[in-house]
């Protein structure tokens, strides 16, 4: 009996754990799983976990979301928005529904970057417009987006 007992207060510690993580930011299932881990047994996570699911407390699709929202606000673009989401461990078919690689908010969004990196400046500088490619490569912008702004 006193094991059930310890495997239930176990199992809400577990929880505990998760919600407080989730109090933060969204977590996706794959993180809110590694984070625990180094915490918990395996089969006692998986159980909050899926309990925070159905109870709709951890949602992939919401993760996806507000981290596809939040990075794009802070000026990242497509492709590494897509890299951090697959090392988070959300699946392709659910970021594929908020992240489109041919939408006007990544050329707009690139020409800004570049605005801001070397002024309004008509023409560039072979050199300028190598580090302004770069700039936006690793910022995670495609090489149609970083063309387009280049003209």
Not at 64 to 89: D, F, H, M
Not at 117 to 130: A, F, Y
């Amino acid at each position: 009996m006193q094991e059930l007992s310890e495997q239930a207060l176990t199992e809400q510690d577990v929880r505990r754990a998760a919600m407080d993580l989730l109090a933060r930011r969204e977590h996706s299932y794959a993180e809110l799983f590694y984070k625990l881990k180094k915490r918990f047994p395996s089969e006692l996570i998986e159980k909050a976990l899926q309990k925070l699911v159905d109870e709709g407390l951890q949602s992939d699709e919401r993760f996806t979301e507000a981290w596809v929202y939040s990075r794009s606000n802070k000026g990242y673009g497509p492709a590494r928005i897509r890299n951090e989401l697959i090392q988070k461990g959300v699946s392709q078919s659910l970021f594929s529904n908020y992240l489109f690689d041919d939408d006007d908010q990544w050329f707009s969004e690139a020409s800004r970057l570049k605005i801001k990196k070397v002024g309004e400046q008509r023409k560039l500088s072979p050199k300028d417009r190598m580090k302004v490619y770069r700039f936006l490569a690793q910022r995670g912008f495609l090489p149609s987006h970083i063309n387009a702004c280049l003209g």
